[in-house]
């Protein structure tokens, strides 16, 4: 027997299903109630919804918990699980064996290579063009060499997903080489997807390159780390922009727009502006303060989460993995003090305790990426190499859902009630208002 909440609205009442996930969160289908009712739900933000059913990725942000396909987050990275291994996982809802493992890893590398026509087009770009601005054009522009009048048949959406997670990598690698003015360079099959990455971002064709195995594990855990999360900004915006019927290449565009955002995907970026503004660790209390003023407009970056109120569990995965990185490259770096007593002060701090202000992913990765030689421009950039991976699991999912309707999110209309049109000759003189 189905379960219902009861709605009162102006002595009318309203029976709205309840509705549990796995594990137990309770939502109420208002799917009914503007179509029976002709009322709506006010939720901005949608911070209270829930826009979709999915199996791919589960958060609890009370209890700091990741898992992807029900695989907490540090088994994967703690394991020997690789790029294919978390890749497949989310596309395809199990972990591989070993002949599916090689298979699919096998297909990803036939495809890294992109169509010479498509490395054109970066010539086209500002030699001083943002790197987020050039993977949005090009990135969009793979629709225009691989076309399917029918996106939702299985085998199209599933060679798509494909071809988009193997040349991502190699089109954000082009758009770095070529915004500092160095000759492109191929994937090569012999290297895992992090070793080719690194191998494409840093190689020279004067000499031999070799990614070193520390840096390469760091940084498929690094992408790991960020392949999927939920219903956040940049994947609503793609399956939005798939709910219309667009080719995947185009949502997958639309998703790093999204992600190009200062508050999404360029916190990391963020992070790092912060604490060179605050320059030494003698300055932290200083700026503690400034935090504790709610005069003063200074944000503390990397700090607390819209969905996470306990510890990131990404962050302290990552906090190690940056540990490693530096003492690995000898690198001395005070920016990372800085940051190791603002952790210290965030989680001993009541201020910060009792407002959840825990260290975010972002507040590390930065740090780590900029002791691997990654620069600024390219840290969104990373990130959206990584969350293709997810974005295509949601798109996927998303696609082949049987009764999938376009989104179409209602307003509260508060503009002006309707009026006459008055010509031009007969209107009042009005006072500008810009």
Request: glycine share 6%; with cysteine.
């Amino acid at each position: 027997m189905s379960e219902n909440a009861i709605l009162n609205v102006r002595g009318k009442e309203i029976k709205l299903p309840i509705r549990e996930d796995t594990f137990g969160g309770v939502f109420l289908d208002v799917s009914k109630l503007q179509p029976q009712t002709k009322m709506c739900t006010y939720d901005p933000g949608y911070t209270s919804t829930g826009s979709c059913e999915s199996t791919i990725t589960f958060i609890d942000g009370g209890k700091g918990i990741l898992l992807y396909r029900g695989y907490p987050i540090e088994q994967l990275v703690e394991s020997t699980c690789d790029f294919t291994d978390a890749a497949y996982l989310l596309l395809n809802g199990e972990l591989p064996d070993g002949n599916q493992h090689k298979a699919f890893e096998q297909e990803l590398k036939s495809h890294t290579m992109v169509h010479e026509k498509l490395i054109e087009f970066f010539k086209g770009f500002k030699s001083d063009a943002h790197p987020m601005a050039i993977m949005v054009g090009v990135v969009g522009a793979l629709s225009a060499f691989y076309e399917s009048k029918n996106w939702r048949d299985p085998a199209q959406a599933q060679i798509s997903c494909v071809r988009l997670i193997a040349k991502v990598p190699t089109l954000a690698a082009i758009a770095y080489r070529t915004s500092v003015g160095q000759p492109i360079v191929y994937p090569k099959n012999e290297y895992s997807m992090a070793q080719n990455f690194l191998y494409m971002m840093f190689s020279s064709p004067s000499e031999e390159f070799k990614p070193d195995p520390i840096l390469a594990r760091a940084m498929e855990v690094i992408m790991i780390l960020h392949m999927d999360h939920e219903q956040n900004a940049s994947t609503s915006t793609v399956r939005v922009a798939g709910s219309s019927q667009a080719n995947p290449y185009a949502c997958i565009a639309a998703g790093i727009s999204c992600l190009w955002g200062p508050s999404h995907g360029g916190a990391n970026e963020a992070v790092l502006s912060m604490l060179e503004e605050i320059g030494n660790v003698k300055y932290i209390t200083e700026y503690i303060a400034k935090v504790k003023d709610p005069k003063d407009p200074f944000r503390l970056m990397g700090f607390g989460h819209r969905v996470y109120k306990s510890y990131d569990p990404r962050a302290k995965i990552m906090r190690q993995i940056t540990h490693q990185v530096l003492e690995h490259l000898k690198v001395v770096d005070p920016v990372l003090d800085l940051a190791m007593e603002l952790e210290r002060i965030a989680l001993t701090d009541e201020y910060f305790i009792k407002r959840n202000l825990y260290p975010n992913v972002d507040f590390y990765s930065g740090i780590c990426l900029r002791a691997m030689g990654i620069p600024v421009s390219m840290f969104t950039v990373l990130f959206a190499v990584s969350r293709t991976v997810g974005w295509c699991a949601q798109w996927k999912e998303m696609a082949l859902e049987k009764g999938n309707r376009i989104s179409r999110p209602r307003q509260i209309y508060s503009g002006a009630a309707t009026r006459a049109y008055v010509p031009l000759d007969k209107r009042a003189p009005t006072q500008s208002k810009m």
